[in-house]
């Protein structure tokens, strides 16, 4: 499976370099070619061609139905699916075990391509790539081979189960209970904002399966259609619309001991580290937004007249187009820097990927909310992208470890007088 995976990406490859021969309405061949916020800039050659393949895929797949898709509410599985026959379902799981053994950087590259045809579609692929790391890292043979081809191809779709109602950054006194019954563990509980809840296959739980604290808690994978599984209400929200949100109940949920992924106890650990490569994906996210936003930035500044002449001409605008260039690139340079430290290990790793992550969401999203305002009125409407951008990446701010929390990684690490000790 691993090998066929790996085999038609490398067709797509090709395929995707002869179509770029022939066209320049893609991002790296497009007006930024050449230009400082260029995406390509720095990248080795096979890494150019998996960003041409994610933004092939974005612009045909993704972009031209992303705003449909926000205001129907639609969850897009046959495109989720289609982006799982290229790989992008299990991009840094291991060939072996059914995925394209890619690493962190080149998925930044993927999440960040994508992104730019639709960011809350995307970021459900990146958390789908999680949890699909999670089993493929911390699984055993049997739920590995089980598993993750599935999840590689998209055929099986998975939802990460961490925050509770009471329990969102205090993620280490979470109180969803697993009982221990013979070969079984009996859940009860709840939990909250799941990204794909209600529509997903699986489900990896974080669960409280002995005392209090990190040490206490395990990660369950559970199966859509378990008896005593069930979900709340579709939430509304500001953005993210392509992705249903849901709470996940649990009511003497029954699962077989077996689906323990790593050791009882080991659940907390498998959660933050998860959410370091988490927090790399949804920054990247948040750079495929900015680079989207910017250029349709320029592209305005191009045509808008205002005293008979385009806006292009005045110089604060001027200035504001190379703030907001400045910002996209040191938040990229950031996130790579994050994704080489987390696939080499560096000891800073931790820190690295949540200054990166606080900083990115945050110029990003400041990059979004400014191109509304250089389109002034139509910026506001529904019929151009820019307000779609800013909203679908505003919730990066908060999820996978709010921003303050960020703050609060990195300060502790400057703070521990060389002794650094990282989950």
């Known amino acids: 499976m691993a090998c066929q995976?790996?085999?038609?990406?490398?067709?797509?490859?090709?395929?995707?370099?002869?179509?770029?021969?022939?066209?320049?309405?893609?991002?790296?061949?497009?007006?930024?070619?050449?230009?400082?916020?260029?995406?390509s800039i720095g990248l080795n050659e096979e890494q150019k061609q998996i960003q041409r393949v994610a933004t092939d895929f974005a612009r045909n797949e993704l972009q031209p139905h992303m705003a449909k898709w926000d205001l129907e509410e639609t969850f897009p599985v046959e495109v989720l699916r289609k982006a799982g026959s290229l790989g992008f379902g299990a991009i840094y799981c291991k060939e072996e075990s059914g995925g394209i053994g890619l690493g962190r950087t080149d998925a930044s590259l993927i999440f960040e391509a994508l992104s730019q045809g639709c960011v809350s579609t995307t970021a459900y692929i990146s958390i789908h790539n999680m949890c699909a790391w999670m089993v493929d890292e911390f699984g055993n043979e049997d739920q590995k081979s089980e598993w993750i081809p599935k999840l590689a191809t998209m055929e099986a779709l998975a939802s990460y189960c961490l925050t509770e109602a009471n329990h969102g950054s205090d993620a280490a006194n979470l109180s969803l209970s697993a009982r221990k019954e013979g070969d079984y563990y009996i859940l009860n509980g709840s939990k909250m904002f799941i990204s794909g809840g209600g529509e997903t296959d699986v489900y990896l739980v974080m669960s409280r399966t002995g005392d209090k604290g990190p040490k206490g808690?395990?990660?369950?994978?559970?199966?859509?259609?378990?008896?005593?599984?069930?979900?709340?209400?579709?939430?509304?929200?500001?953005?993210w619309n392509s992705q249903p949100t849901r709470a996940v109940i649990f009511e003497d949920c029954k699962v077989p001991a077996t689906n323990v992924i790593g050791q009882p106890g080991d659940g907390f650990k498998i959660a933050?580290?998860?959410?370091?490569?988490?927090?790399?994906?949804?920054?990247?996210?948040?750079?495929?937004?900015?680079?989207?936003?910017?250029?349709?930035?320029?592209?305005?500044?191009?045509?808008?007249?205002?005293?008979?002449?385009?806006?292009?001409?005045?110089?604060?605008?001027?200035?504001?187009?190379?703030?907001?260039?400045?910002?996209?690139?040191?938040?990229?340079?950031?996130?790579?820097?994050?994704?080489?430290?987390?696939?080499?290990?560096?000891?800073?790793?931790?820190?690295?990927?949540?200054?990166?992550?606080?900083f990115a969401t945050d110029e990003c999203f400041n990059i979004c909310n400014q191109a509304i305002q250089i389109h002034?009125?139509?910026?506001?409407?529904?019929?151009?992208?820019?307000?779609?951008?800013?909203?679908?990446?505003?919730?990066?701010?908060?999820?996978?470890?709010?921003?303050?929390?960020?703050?609060?990684?990195?300060?502790?690490?400057?703070?521990?007088?060389g002794e650094r000790k990282y989950s």
Request: proline share 2%; glycine share 8%; net charge positive.
């Open 5 to 39: 995976n790996f085999a038609k990406f490398g067709k797509f490859l090709k395929k995707s370099n002869a179509v770029l021969k022939t066209s320049r309405r893609y991002i790296g061949d497009s007006w930024v070619a050449g230009s400082c916020i260029d995406p």
């Open 217 to 239: 808690i395990s990660c369950l994978l559970v199966e859509k259609g378990t008896p005593g599984l069930d979900f709340g209400k579709k939430e509304k929200k500001v953005g």
């Open 272 to 358: 933050m580290r998860g959410l370091n490569g988490g927090r790399i994906n949804v920054a990247s996210c948040s750079l495929g937004a900015a680079q989207a936003s910017v250029e349709l930035s320029r592209d305005h500044l191009k045509v808008r007249k205002q005293f008979g002449q385009t806006l292009e001409n005045f110089q604060y605008l001027q200035f504001l187009l190379a703030e907001m260039a400045t910002k996209l690139v040191v938040s990229r340079n950031m996130v790579r820097q994050a994704a080489r430290a987390l696939e080499e290990d560096w000891p800073e790793k931790v820190a690295l990927c949540s200054m990166a992550k606080y």
């Open 376 to 417: 002034g009125g139509y910026g506001y409407l529904k019929d151009y992208a820019v307000q779609q951008y800013m909203r679908d990446c505003r919730v990066h701010q908060i999820l996978e470890g709010t921003n303050e929390v960020m703050r609060m990684l990195v300060s502790r690490d400057i703070l521990a007088d």
